[in-house]
């Protein structure tokens, strides 16, 4: 079964985005508290916060970043749901169990945001 919800929001900041900095984590953290912000700079990381965003049950995950982020982080959350769910679990299955999403697009083309309606002028 899924881990229990807290009824909370998770957001994850890609630094490596073009317009993210890591002095948006003590905003973020501000308004989600510490335990709700992940900061990641490398595939590794991001895998890291897909899994404890997994296993923390969270309502809301809100990456920001570009398309690679937003993209990212639902494959691995996908991949770790799946793992979670054993030998029967399918790919339509984890995607029911997905948490909603949310969007920040703040890369470089944004061409996903522009897509699913979060396009941001500059």
């Known amino acids: 079964p899924p881990p229990q919800s807290r009824g909370n929001t998770a ?6 985005a073009r317009s993210v900095s890591p ?7 501000s308004v989600f508290g510490k335990d709700g ?4 700079t490398t595939a590794e990381e991001a895998r890291d916060a897909a899994r404890r965003i997994v296993k923390g049950g969270y309502d809301l995950v809100v990456p ?12 691995y959350m996908c991949e770790e749901i799946m793992r ?16 909603a999403m949310g969007y920040v697009p703040l890369g470089t083309g944004n061409g996903l ?3 699913v309606g979060c396009n941001v002028r500059r």
Do not use: I
């Open 64 to 75: 920001v970043g570009g398309d690679g982020t937003l993209s990212g982080l639902v494959n």
């Open 23 to 29: 002095s948006l984590a003590p905003v973020c953290e």
């Open 84 to 99: 979670e769910g054993g030998e029967g679990m399918t790919v339509e299955g984890a995607m029911a169990e997905m948490p």
């Open 113 to 115: 945001g522009y897509v």
């Open 11 to 16: 957001v994850v900041l890609n630094t490596n």
């Open 37 to 40: 912000v992940f900061v990641t």
